[in-house]
């Protein structure tokens, strides 16, 4: 009997939606047949909106989806869209200027837009490179994966641990944002390649957590921090967002099934704090919070949601009580508010408190967030 009775009445729809809508969709109107790769964002019409930067981040995004969506069988065409992303990534961003790493953007006329190395950016192509290999088998990415993993310890990485968050620094503040998506990236090439140097900088990326990251006294997650990793003396530092709590619990579990390591400790705190203050009165996730719980953002976004809905899986495979209900009221809250609309394919992506859509746009990097989270629910109630 599956641990989720409610998650498995409740997820046909949302899954037939992705197969049947989303994918089909962006992996068509989403596929920028003139210029390469994918679109980043499209209207609220469902129309590319080509004037903008393309970012590396979104193209290792789409490349994720794609491949995961192959390796299920849910998306027929996934092997050519793969093909021509992986193509499009190293031949557009990768050394694009002649130095290592990836750049930035690129400008609508194909030029580079913004030639930054981006720690943020850069794992999202290295999930997207982790998951071509897993789906195709192919191993020349790899070459590219060690490439890439030179370069950031060489350029981006920090002696007090870590990384920077790019170079050029924009400030001088660090995140733990490129950090816990470095950490999914170093998990996915475990899990795609087994090879066990992946587990060991997934392991680093944990230590940074534990001793950096993570409040013992508040069980929350600090955003923004100093150079040596201590919480920034200003608002930004009292900052957490119960959507990345619910990320990291979901990627530390996946981390603990790697490594024999027991999070569990973090993953209460984390669950807790983001179940206490994270959620507004009509329930819907908070965008942020203090550390303390006072409210700082009212606003809704659709992705932690998702985050909410892949947390209570993981923690609900390991007996929680109460993570049915608690997944199902994230989904609930996917499919009533935020997915097949104003487009069947499409989603709202930011809403204020009372429900208005606060963009105009649909952006394509979404798709990462709503797959991952249906593909998890598919795992557990199939």
Known sequence: MTAFPQLKQALPPVQAWIRNEALPFWGTVGVDLARGGFHERLDLAGAPITQVPKRLMVQGRQLYAFCHAGVLGWFADARPLADRCVAYMLDAFYQRDGEAGFVHSLAPDGGIANATRDTYAHAFALLGLAWYHRFTGD????????ETLVFLDGFLGSDRGGYLDALPRPDALRRQNPHMHLFEAFIALYQATGDARFLARGAEIFGVFATGFFQPS??????????DLDPV????GRISEPGHHYEWIWLL?????????????YCGALYDHANRYGWDAAGYIRDEVEATGAVIKTSRRCWPHTEGLKANIVEGELGRTNCDALAVRCLQRLADTFIGRPVPGGWIDHMDEKGAPLVAMMPASTLYHLFCAIAEAARVTG
């Open 139 to 146: 191993t020349q990415v790899l070459k590219v994966v060690d």
């Open 218 to 227: 508040v069980g929350a997650l600090t955003e923004y921090l100093t150079e």
């Open 253 to 265: 579990r996946h981390f603990q099934h790697a490594s024999g390591r027991d999070v569990s400790t």
């Open 233 to 236: 003396p200003d608002a930004r």
